[in-house]
């Protein structure tokens, strides 16, 4: 039955989506995210088309005094984009990507993934830094930071945020920029989906590729530390060129030798921010390291390697729990911890990792942006992935359990809200991942969303 001509008193109208309420047919896979864990209904899903569908589902939230949740790409870890019992509102069906080559400026719908803005940007040999996936949604991606091959010499995606149009909780659609509503797209820039629901995004975009230097040697756990103490090493001299993480697995497949199935592996994944024949002799010292077990390095467009991670991840296959800590350092006893920690993983298929930061990450002030502090030099990251609810437990801990005792090495208890866990941390992380510029958030919450409708995310309070 086609949900658009059931009648309702309260049926939301005049919408050119669809509007599914339980019951009705495509419910349980309109509310299916990419986490299978998540399970939650809503009163009402509306698939928005256009940005008039979307203030009329929020007028609708107003009008009913219920709470939204936002789906762009449904990829956040907690499900942020899924609510029980309130307005989902689901952008899924606006996806358009335009590119100005001339201003170097990409419009974007904000239920696009990120593959949309690559392909869309790649025509003109452009890009923004986008995420690891290419299946991420480029709104939850980017409101809480943004981490991507391109940070050394572009920053986080939030840095190439030049201005957004937001629909508040009013109903109003309003102009995020430097020029209009300034404020708002301060927080925008890290502070997640707390203020409204971003309809299209304005992104600044650079000369990359079509090629671009991956380098991709892997080591075995049990051969030791040294190579990702020599990553560390050249990082640090060069992290203003590479963009790179040290990510821990279990080796399987034709890729491996058969005689490395099941042991735990470490891929040292690093993307050159320039020319790729620079970047292939910049990181060749990583490829001739003792004991490599195979290595995937190569040149690549910029479309491929954006793309390459995706088999690990595909969606609502598996069951998900993530957690990230900034490191202010990263120390032979941390790169300790973290191999020991690859060695208990309960679920072969689970992932952790080290992540570098410097060049154009680090050179943004603390109070420029929402996201905050940008001293952290790492950080870490425990990706519990499995596919057996029988096995919750276990692989939630150990992502907990690694967190955890990763805290002495952290960076004034910051946490990248992008991998939240299942937001039980709450209200404690959100203040501390936010420091000095958390007062200033709770200020712009309250401008424009003073009800808290907006509260499916690491979430951030209105005053009373």
Same mark, same amino acid.
């Not at 502070?191 to 991956?214: D, K």
């Given at each position: 039955?086609?949900?658009?001509?059931?009648?309702?008193?309260?049926?939301?109208?005049?919408?050119?989506?669809?509007?599914?309420?339980?019951?009705?047919?495509?419910?349980?896979?309109?509310?299916?995210?990419?986490?299978?864990?998540?399970?939650?209904?809503?009163?009402?899903?509306?698939?928005?088309?256009?940005?008039?569908?979307?203030?009329?589902?929020?007028?609708?939230?107003?009008?009913?005094?219920?709470?939204?949740?936002?789906?762009?790409?449904?990829?956040?870890?907690?499900?942020?984009?899924?609510?029980?019992?309130?307005?989902?509102?689901?952008?899924?069906?606006?996806?358009?990507?335009?590119?100005?080559?001339?201003?170097?400026? !990409? %419009?974007?719908? $904000? &239920?696009?993934?990120?593959?949309? /803005?690559?392909?869309?940007?790649? *025509?003109?040999?452009?890009?923004? =830094?986008?995420?690891?996936?290419?299946?991420?949604?480029?709104?939850?991606?980017?409101?809480?930071?943004?981490?991507?091959?391109?940070?050394?010499?572009?920053?986080?995606?939030?840095?190439?945020?030049?201005?957004?149009?937001?629909?508040?909780?009013?109903?109003?659609?309003?102009?995020?920029?430097?020029?209009?509503?300034?404020?708002?797209?301060? !927080? %925008?820039?890290? $502070? &997640?989906?707390?203020?409204?629901? /971003?309809?299209?995004?304005?992104? *600044?975009?650079?000369?990359?590729? =079509?090629?671009?230097?991956?380098?991709?040697?892997?080591?075995?756990?049990?051969?030791?530390?040294?190579?990702?103490?020599?990553?560390?090493?050249?990082?640090?001299?060069?992290?203003?060129?590479?963009?790179?993480?040290?990510?821990?697995?279990?080796?399987?497949?034709?890729?491996?030798?058969?005689?490395?199935?099941?042991?735990?592996?470490?891929?040292?994944?690093?993307?050159?921010?320039?020319?790729?024949?620079?970047?292939?002799?910049?990181?060749?010292?990583?490829?001739?390291?003792?004991?490599?077990?195979?290595?995937?390095?190569?040149?690549?467009?910029?479309?491929?390697?954006?793309?390459?991670?995706?088999?690990?991840?595909?969606?609502?296959?598996?069951?998900?729990?993530?957690?990230?800590?900034?490191?202010?350092?990263?120390?032979?006893?941390?790169?300790?911890?973290?191999?020991?920690?690859?060695?208990?993983?309960?679920?072969?298929?689970?992932?952790?990792?080290?992540?570098?930061?410097?060049?154009?990450?680090?050179?943004?002030?603390?109070?420029?942006?929402?996201?905050?502090?940008?001293?952290?030099?790492?950080?870490?990251?425990?990706?519990?992935?499995?596919?057996?609810?029988?096995?919750?437990?276990?692989?939630?801990?150990?992502?907990?359990?690694?967190?955890?005792?990763?805290?002495?090495?952290?960076?004034?208890?910051?946490?990248?809200?992008?991998?939240?866990?299942?937001?039980?941390?709450?209200?404690?992380?959100?203040?501390?991942?936010?420091?000095?510029?958390?007062?200033?958030?709770?200020?712009?919450?309250?401008?424009?969303?003073?009800?808290?409708?907006?509260?499916?995310?690491?979430?951030?309070?209105?005053?009373?």
């Amino acid at each position: 039955m086609d949900s658009l001509h059931l009648n309702h008193e309260d049926d939301i109208h005049g919408i050119a989506g669809k509007v599914i309420r339980p019951g009705h047919q495509g419910y349980d896979s309109a509310r299916a995210v990419w986490n299978a864990m998540i399970d939650r209904r809503p009163g009402v899903i509306v698939q928005c088309q256009n940005t008039e569908d979307v203030i009329s589902a929020v007028n609708h939230a107003r009008a009913k005094d219920l709470p939204i949740s936002i789906r762009g790409g449904g990829h956040n870890v907690a499900g942020h984009a899924v609510c029980d019992d309130g307005v989902m509102i689901d952008l899924s069906g606006m996806r358009s990507v335009t590119v100005d080559p001339e201003k170097r400026i !990409a %419009l974007v719908d $904000g &239920g696009a993934l990120w593959r949309d /803005v690559d392909v869309a940007s790649q *025509a003109h040999g452009l890009a923004t =830094p986008g995420g690891l996936i290419s299946d991420t949604g480029v709104a939850g991606l980017t409101l809480s930071g943004g981490i991507g091959w391109l940070r050394a010499k572009h920053g986080l995606s939030i840095d190439n945020l030049v201005a957004a149009n937001v629909v508040t909780a009013d109903g109003s659609l309003v102009r995020a920029s430097a020029e209009e509503n300034s404020d708002l797209l301060w !927080a %925008l820039k890290g $502070g &997640g989906g707390n203020f409204g629901v /971003v309809t299209q995004f304005e992104f *600044a975009l650079h000369p990359i590729g =079509p090629e671009v230097m991956f380098a991709a040697p892997v080591y075995a756990v049990d051969d030791g530390p040294a190579p990702i103490r020599a990553w560390r090493d050249l990082m640090k001299k060069h992290g203003d060129l590479v963009g790179s993480l040290c990510e821990f697995s279990t080796a399987g497949g034709e890729d491996f030798p058969q005689e490395m199935w099941g042991k735990k592996v470490y891929t040292l994944a690093c993307v050159y921010n320039g020319d790729a024949a620079d970047g292939e002799t910049l990181l060749q010292p990583l490829r001739e390291l003792d004991n490599i077990v195979v290595d995937f390095s190569g040149r690549m467009t910029y479309c491929d390697l954006q793309q390459i991670f995706d088999t690990l991840m595909p969606a609502g296959e598996f069951r998900c729990y993530w957690k990230a800590r900034y490191l202010s350092d990263l120390s032979d006893e941390m790169i300790d911890l973290a191999m020991n920690n690859a060695l208990t993983a309960p679920s072969d298929a689970s992932i952790s990792s080290l992540w570098n930061f410097g060049g154009a990450t680090t050179n943004v002030a603390a109070n420029a942006t929402a996201f905050g502090d940008r001293s952290m030099g790492w950080m870490y990251s425990l990706d519990s992935v499995w596919s057996d609810p029988k096995d919750d437990a276990s692989n939630i801990a150990w992502s907990r359990d690694g967190w955890d005792a990763a805290a002495p090495f952290g960076h004034k208890g910051r946490a990248y809200l992008n991998f939240p866990g299942h937001g039980e941390d709450g209200d404690a992380l959100t203040r501390a991942s936010f420091g000095e510029n958390f007062a200033r958030l709770v200020e712009i919450k309250t401008k424009y969303d003073p009800q808290n409708r907006f509260c499916f995310n690491q979430n951030i309070r209105p005053q009373s």
